[in-house]
């Protein structure tokens, strides 16, 4: 939508995802596997649902004209079920769709849209631990002042700060892996979720999703938690990206963004070096809160489909994974890249000592804690 | 960004001014009317400025190479002016962009996109108003049941339900109003927000703008106010949405959704005919408020740039006055079209009445109410 | 604070375990625990441990004056520790909160607030389940008409709507039983997060919480992971709520809340009957996304110790878990004593039929998918 | 509700003004204004009006048996009219709350518990914006490295970023002040919100705040104007606080808080000095933003009383009031209080200008533009 933005907010491969285009090909995914579930089960021909698997190929479908015809419906399943009926001619067309309501297909597709982006998001987030390990393990012994309430207060270990992210973003692809594992289901409740979960079960087969015990039309406890976890994920990146900025600061000079020479350069000062990495993981991250927000009121919804919180949810999770995704490719570059100064951090050590930090506090237990942290990633 | 719902999330004419060109045309014009106002000022040359100002032509600038470009300084103003110096020429490119820095482009032109958006929206609102005056004065005597925590209470007049809805949209619109006048004001700070405020002026003349007292590159009023009063609007948008899909239930059947006759089909149910107006607004609406409370976490913003905080209205913004006018051209679409059954409302009222309502109870003040209200508008 | 309405938002057990009271206690507990674990680790002797535990009895301190002089530190603590070592005498005092800091005592006491408001809370929504699964169990052949966008639609099992709400509500209950037995990890880092994890183990085993890998004074996934679970239970709670106040319409007549004859009176009107729980758990719930979304902004903490986010959570959390206690013990109430009408059910589906509805669509798969949820919730 | 955390959320006099007795008082007063206004009106006897704001004292009602009895009715009004009536004895009971509903008594005391709330707010507010215009006068030429980014970009004058603090909190009061005069008006419509505007004109007399239009029962924007306009206020606090914290940090050193000794002391770091006030207007600002997210979510509200928005309400507002109250008059301490070190900036600016910085730009228009804001603030 805002395109011209999109450097900052759309990295990361969990963007085109959840475009438009990646939408439409998720639902008529969602359509293919319908039509095999409903054939594996004997409602269809073998041979409709063949047809049917053939005719969808998003690259023959119009987008434009089929969100334009979605706003008669409040959803763009209806269009795109007559586009793909006439596309499979007047003998396939009554297979097409069989027994299914819209809100099967787009809820369907959202899970799929998400499974994918999470897998995107764990890539990015693993190899994000993967270097904030490397920086805990390679400083466990370079000391630096620790800082509470922006004060300096007592020496810490670098690599003990570098450890807790890793234990934080750890932690947070912990609840991204069970949820893709475990919390994406196939919605296949057909027009009042009624519908026998036989056909669910086939389809989340066919589409490696969750089978429910229910229908879910109404009840969202897996777009409220997936939501959720999106936004600790991005919370646990905006602390690591506020550090950065910290310590980056021109009077800490204790650590800076990595990267070629054109980057984090500005219009008008052309000695600036900007922690782009670490602001563009800000600008990501202090969105989704409220986007979470939106989800979880979303879950007022009334009797067997919503009038409105249903409609509200599809932008919103598409925005929200959207921004997770580019926090997350932002916060592995910052990471993989960031360049940290041990003179400057002994130095500023030194500096603040004299100003009354008891420097006997030894830095013992960090490499403990350090170890503890390391040993529980690999679990 | 997710264009497959664009028929619910982008109707009315705000959607197009935020998307991907839009910003890349409000940019531009904020380079040509700097140029023009530098040179108004002497800082340029006059020809330099008319050069610059038939380079801005956004049509032959590469919104996807911006967008690219854009990730590597976290604004795409940067190389937005390296392909304006490129377009205008060695000789004029110094005059381009001469003296600003990236943040007063993208502030302006969030302000000139805002205006534009609000003079779409206030066309749609206004026109909901009117609808809404209109079924106020023609129904001063329908009686219909008034419902207190969605039970049967006593009495009411339609007009006056109707008469609350034009003076609450009434009330959101002369905020915005309010707004859009003052309250939309150009950044020209330069760097670090000191420049003299002689520019500031000539650029607010050139945009039709507000000139600000002083630079706000930190100090978000501006942006939170607008954001605010959309905010305000969907709420009270969302009110009247949320009495429209409770009036057209079918067991109350008091009002439906006119218009003609695909509109409201369902993939599964052949007899149905769904709110799509009421349930469009609502799906805008529920996605306001989250966007507001980013808007408001974002004004705590450093020093003289944000480091994150401001990246992150970018987007938010946009997508808010997107959904803003999506919801008030569907809520100016549901009211226009509102068709209520005034039999249908006397016939509950009577089956209500023989439960314990009063039915004494007169409709006399409803009349003077709603001359009150429709007085209150025209002011 | 708003204790005039109490009665809507802070019913249930939870409420007083986060009052100024309730933490004041929690952290008199975590001092005692601290004491007890520095003695077990041969740190201080064991008779000042028994001192300390001795003289930790919340009723000898002023709440009011630990408040008022909290105000000089942003923390409660230093007041705590100050009472408290004045309690001891001089010889014991050294002893008191012996290597700790404030963060250490207030993050530790939340988790223990935070374990046992999900012990009542969970007693409230293990009920709830149970109530729903009634209802689900005996309904299974109940026939009311399914309603999508607020429109009729097709036929559907009142026990399948109420399998669902037992389904949801038994995920969002599988949440914070994971919360509770592994979710929920003391503090013990001293000033920078440095302290060993022996001691963080001690007190872990003393209060009954986890012991963290690491400190995790600026990595708030624990808190941010208790508030997304808070968040989810009370949209299924606002859904089911919701479902209600819809059927108790004038016009739908399918259900009611029982309870005594005083409840839901009205001050004006005689006839009235409030879904007075319905309407408690929405007002409770919809209060509880924009708290999550305040925790989850407040993840964004700077170095060893945040300036302003940490702080921000006291209160936030507070309210969350009172909002969210007051949610599912209205919760409860509303499942336990729902009153049903089938023939009422009946008839608005006989009249909706006659409007067009298929009535053919039978109830086939509604006893095999409650048999399904019905299943779920016990294992 | 969390009374330990007081001292950081609760300063400043608009705490108790929305605390239980302070709802309690308003109501009350709210009672005695409609037996006057209904007498004036000749509904009821004057001797009866005066009875009724004779009993109409706080101190006499039991607030606990009121919050404990508003259970069952999801309002305290119920059972504040039946102990208001009892109280004035048989004869005068008939003339208590009449014609009015809960609504009524609520909205309105929300309304009187605002204007006072504010006017205590605008008293903060105004000593802190003259703080920062002395700030901004006294400190025209004290030059200081602009950051953006948080790096160093340019010289700036300190005066300046001090008048950009005074014209935001100019604004942001100006909005508050205008709500305060104009928008906040009583609420007088009966159960059903058709009573007859002359009541509201004469309660809105007695009380001294507006008269609507129309009952706005279901029409909620004067409390989202509200939060609004407290939401921004907190924005620029924020910020104000932001910039204080990150000038206070050691390797910075430009600003520190003054104020005693005490203040500021840490419980495990002696040398410690922490930046107490701003951390404190942080602490409340980040809980704002959530809570206005509330609000305007909870302005869809169902025909002529909602079922659950309304009643989320009247804590959020409470909450808001407090928050915004406790950050202005944290925040006015800061700025009252506010220590800066032009020696430290200068030397900052020198090493900074050392590595790349354009010292040669002056601070010509630091000046001029100051000048604007402090006259804009006269205004």
Same mark, same amino acid.
Request: proline residues 4%; negative net charge; charged residues 20%.
């Given at each position: ?30 359509? +293919?596997? /319908?039509? &095999?579930?409903? @054939? ?7 041979? *409709? =649902? $063949?047809?049917? #698997? !053939? %005719? ?53 597709? +959202?899970? /799929?849209? &998400?499974?994918? @982006? ?7 987030? *693993? =190899? $994000?631990?993967? #270097? !904030? %390990? ?69 389809? *989340?087969? $066919?589409?490696?999703?969750? %089978? ?168």
């Amino acid at each position: 939508m805002t395109g011209i933005f999109d450097g900052t907010y759309a990295r990361g491969a969990a963007a085109p995802l959840v475009a438009g285009r990646g939408w439409l090909g998720a639902m008529l995914e969602v359509e +293919a596997a /319908l039509a &095999a579930a409903t @054939a594996e089960l004997g409602e269809i021909p073998g041979e *409709a =649902a $063949a047809a049917i #698997a !053939a %005719a969808c190929m998003p690259e023959r479908f119009d987008l434009e004209a089929i969100a334009a015809a979605a706003a008669d419906h409040v959803t763009p399943v209806v269009p795109l079920v007559r586009e793909l009926r006439a596309a499979v001619g007047d003998a396939v067309a009554p297979y097409v769709h069989c027994g299914a309501t819209s809100q099967d297909v787009v809820d369907t597709a +959202a899970m /799929l849209l &998400a499974r994918r @982006a999470l897998e995107t998001i764990d890539a990015d987030v *693993a =190899a $994000a631990v993967e #270097a !904030a %390990a490397r920086l805990a393990d390679t400083n466990r012994a370079t000391a630096m002042i620790g800082r509470t309430l922006l004060q300096p207060a007592l020496p810490v270990s670098f690599g003990l700060r570098a450890a807790g992210w890793a234990a934080g973003l750890g932690g947070a692809r912990a609840d991204l892996v069970r949820i893709a594992e475990t919390g994406l289901p196939v919605q296949m409740g057909g027009p009042v979720g009624s519908r026998s979960p036989a056909l669910a079960g086939a389809v *989340a087969r $066919a589409l490696g999703l969750s %089978a429910p015990a229910l229908p879910w039309h109404t009840i969202r406890l897996a777009p409220a938690r997936l939501a959720g976890a999106l936004g600790t994920l991005t919370g646990v990146l905006a602390k690591i990206a506020r550090d950065v900025t910290l310590l980056a600061q021109g009077e800490v000079g204790e650590a800076a963004e990595g990267g070629d020479g054109e980057r984090g350069g500005s219009t008008a000062m052309a000695h600036k070096h900007n922690p782009v990495a670490a602001v563009s993981v800000l600008a990501c991250a202090k969105r989704a809160p409220g986007l979470v927000a939106t989800m979880l009121s979303a879950m007022e919804q009334e009797h067997e489909r919503a009038a409105g919180a249903w409609q509200a949810e599809w932008g919103t999770l598409s925005e929200l994974l959207r921004l997770a995704g580019s926090a997350a490719a932002w916060g592995r570059d910052l990471l993989e890249h960031l360049v940290i100064d041990p003179d400057r951090m002994r130095l500023n050590l030194e500096r603040t000592s004299a100003a009354g930090a008891e420097q006997g506090a030894g830095l013992g237990a960090a490499s403990e804690l350090i170890d503890r942290a390391l040993a529980g990633l690999a679990r």
